[in-house]
């Protein structure tokens, strides 16, 4: 699969048993080597509704997939063979909210972006990176309870997951730098879905 260029529109899908969970539409920033760097702005996403039209948390049961708005900017590292992403989240206003690490496969390239798999587990981290904080240790519990994971991937994610924060605390590149004064290219609109977001 080609690399993508700067700017470039892509779709960043949670992907459960080969059916789409959650999409979002973001733009590229970085994609080279090892890792790639991707912009998620304001807009709007599909995301997983149960028959009762509560928004799901984990793949149980059937779902439809409807719009979602989001209001904030997220910067997202990534890296092969990583089973984490690792982000910097702004408000709206771009005021920094904190960092967080989603502990997910590692992101398979596709010809309109990248999957994965997300494994529930996830990290606050302060901005100023002392402060960390584990979070969604519940529904990982009840993940493995339903049977989507096992203890010994709980165990695995983290493991995963204190890699990834060590990484961001130790500031290792690319978190070497203060990113919170980051902004998306002034040409770039508010992206949406590529052409065949929903075929897997």
């Known amino acids: 699969m080609r690399r993508f260029e700067r700017g470039e529109p892509v779709a960043l899908r949670e992907l459960w048993d080969g059916r789409i969970f959650e999409a979002l539409p973001a733009r590229i920033?970085?994609?080279?080597?090892?890792?790639r760097t991707v912009y998620i702005g304001p807009c709007i996403?599909?995301?997983?509704?149960?028959?009762?039209?509560?928004?799901?948390?984990?793949?149980?049961?059937?779902?439809?997939?409807?719009d979602r708005p989001s209001r904030n900017h997220l910067l997202s590292f990534s890296f092969d063979g990583v089973a984490a992403a690792t982000l910097l989240i702004w408000s709206a206003e771009w005021e920094p909210r904190h960092w967080y690490v989603n502990l997910e496969t590692p992101p398979r390239r596709t010809s309109i972006g990248f999957d994965y798999t997300d494994h529930a587990l996830d990290v606050l981290v302060s901005i100023d990176r002392t402060n960390v904080t584990w979070k969604d240790e519940d529904e990982l519990d009840?993940?493995?309870?339903?049977?989507?994971?096992?203890?010994?991937?709980?165990?695995?994610?983290?493991?995963?997951?204190?890699?990834?924060?060590?990484?961001?605390?130790?500031?290792?590149?690319?978190?070497?730098?203060?990113?919170?004064?980051?902004?998306?290219?002034?040409?770039?609109?508010?992206?949406?879905?590529?052409?065949?977001?929903?075929?897997?």
Request: hydrophobic residues 30%.
């Open 29 to 35: 920033t970085d994609d080279r080597g090892d890792r």
């Open 142 to 200: 009840e993940a493995v309870g339903l049977g989507l994971f096992t203890r010994e991937d709980a165990a695995t994610f983290r493991r995963d997951g204190e890699r990834a924060v060590e990484k961001l605390v130790n500031r290792e590149s690319p978190f070497d730098r203060d990113w919170t004064d980051w902004r998306p290219d002034l040409s770039w609109t508010a992206p949406e879905l590529p052409a065949g977001w929903d075929r897997t």
């Open 45 to 66: 996403s599909k995301s997983a509704r149960g028959t009762n039209g509560d928004w799901l948390r984990l793949p149980v049961g059937d779902w439809t997939l409807d």
